[in-house]
């Protein structure tokens, strides 16, 4: 199978989305696909050596191609910043339409990957026109995000309803149409009628690799020391890890995330801003702050986690949309964990089997659990196992022989 992924991101970059979209394709890779990747070139390196910092080597199946795409400088106006995202995607887009008749003609894939709105239309006319599938991976919905209520889309009704059409049109013309979570799939059934046999959930992975030693009761960190890993956006929900500290006067946080030497010497925002939260509120002696830690580092980084926690508030991205990487990581890493009890992630744990879920957005809640597990070493180990042993079924190559599945087979059965 020949595959060609429109990556819309950066290469390299720290954030998810291209540390998924890479395990992904070098997985499919590792599985036997051809794979040829689209990123935007970052720097003038070949984006192949920028493998490494993934943790991972280059493969013979994967390709990466780099295409020109717009730099705005941190100094620009206000007004220039807010609107980067869109100038990115453009600028990508431009890029996109000079390399994609080359990509298709030249190399005849047999499915053609995006995870755009905007990048798929772009390519589904010419995808069909030489015989390929079209496949479109969902990570939200902003249109039914909107509906929902508070959240990170907020749009004024003229621009959700233009999203509204955009999707439904990716959606009609998709062959194949991937999500992340079984919310998300059946948002799709039931809000915008696609066909049962066209969709299929493939959860993320993770990039531990490599089976870490279970814990025992005689090998457990020597302090109470509990850890977030992930990106320090106010929805990802640190902050209230932080309010949560306040009831836990006997324990150190470890902060792991942010933006890898801030932005041109700049100080990431969150970072500074989480930081003077702590000081304020009298923990942040309590509070370390690691920073950016490389993806391919995350697992060492792990080591001396008494508990990990993924404390995502109740908004519609985290309810329905949301297949964290670092919850497959803390449970491949072998480490307890506290989450918020939330439908996404309720398709991975179950409460006081592999995890211990809380009510979201409450630090009195989130603090209990916490330490629940600190003053019950055998239910810690006990649920850490299991978490370790569930994460068997949520490695980038499980995810790999899943979408090959997919692809191959078509989509005669709508289990995921």
């Known amino acids: 199978m020949r595959l060609l992924y429109l990556g819309s991101t950066d290469f390299p970059q720290p954030k998810a989305r291209a540390i998924q979209i890479v395990h992904t394709c070098h997985a499919l890779a590792r599985a036997g696909v051809e794979v040829t990747l689209v990123v935007g070139r970052r720097g003038g390196a070949p984006p192949q050596r920028a493998l490494r910092s993934y943790g991972l080597e280059p493969h013979p199946l994967l390709r990466l191609v780099g295409v020109p795409i717009l730099r705005i400088p941190p100094s620009a106006p206000p007004r220039v910043l807010r609107w980067f995202t869109r100038l990115w995607q453009a600028s990508y887009l431009v890029g996109l339409v000079g390399v994609l008749p080359g990509e298709l003609l030249g190399r005849r894939p047999d499915v053609v990957y995006a995870r755009d709105l905007r990048t798929a239309c772009l390519a589904a006319g010419l995808t069909h026109a030489i015989g390929a599938r079209l496949g479109f991976e969902v990570h939200g919905l902003p249109s039914f995000e909107v509906r929902e209520g508070a959240g990170r889309a907020v749009l004024p009704p003229s621009a959700a309803a233009r999203l509204r059409s955009l999707e439904a049109a990716v959606f ?69 890890l932080i309010e949560a500290a306040t009831l836990l006067p006997n324990v150190r946080l470890v902060v792991i995330g942010g933006l890898p030497g801030g932005r041109n010497g700049v100080p990431d925002p969150q970072l500074a801003e989480l930081g003077r939260r702590a000081d304020e509120i009298g923990v942040g002696a309590r509070i370390e702050f690691r920073g950016y830690v490389p993806y391919g580092r995350v697992a060492d980084a792990l080591r001396g986690a008494a508990v990990a926690v993924l404390p995502l508030p109740d908004e519609p991205v985290a309810r329905y949309f949301t297949s964290p990487l670092k919850l497959f990581d803390y449970m491949a890493a072998g480490v307890p964990i506290v989450a918020s009890d939330l439908p996404s992630l309720r398709e991975v744990l179950c409460h006081g089997e592999n995890a211990l879920l809380v009510r979201p957005g409450d630090a009195g809640a989130l603090a209990l659990a916490i330490e629940r597990l600190l003053a019950d070493p055998a239910l810690a180990v006990r649920l850490a196992a299991r978490a370790q042993r569930d994460a068997d079924g949520y490695t980038w190559d499980a995810r790999a022989a899943r979408l090959i599945d997919f692809f191959e087979a078509g989509a005669e059965s709508s289990d995921g």
């Open 172 to 240: 009609a013309q998709a062959d194949r149409i991937v999500t992340i979570t079984e919310c998300a799939r059946r948002i799709l059934l039931e809000e915008y009628g696609v066909a049962a046999g066209r969709v299929r959930t493939v959860p993320d992975g993770s990039g531990v690799r490599g089976k870490k030693p279970a814990r025992t009761l005689e090998h457990l960190p020597e302090k109470a020391a509990v850890y977030y890993a992930g990106q320090l956006y106010p929805w990802k929900g640190v902050g209230l």
